[in-house]
């Protein structure tokens, strides 16, 4: 399965601000390799962007929830 992303601007995966990121969220939320993307993301510490739906802030969140609950 192809991510929703693909041949989209990468462009709108990196907004300036994470009120710039509906687009990018708009579209993972239909992508069929949502988690797997997040996961990614997760375990290589992306530090821009919007992956799996998550900006970089979101990202930070989850992982310190993980770190809190292991």
Do not use: N
Request: glycine fraction near 10%; charge should be positive.
């Amino acid at each position: 399965m192809l991510g929703a992303c693909r041949g989209l601007d990468a462009g709108i995966f990196y907004p300036d601000t994470d009120e710039d990121a509906a687009i990018a969220k708009r579209v993972c939320e239909e992508c069929g390799v949502r988690a797997a993307c997040l996961d990614h993301a997760l375990a290589s510490r992306e530090k821009v962007g919007v992956w799996g739906g998550a900006t970089e802030r979101e990202r930070r969140r989850i992982l310190r929830q993980r770190r809190r609950t292991a």
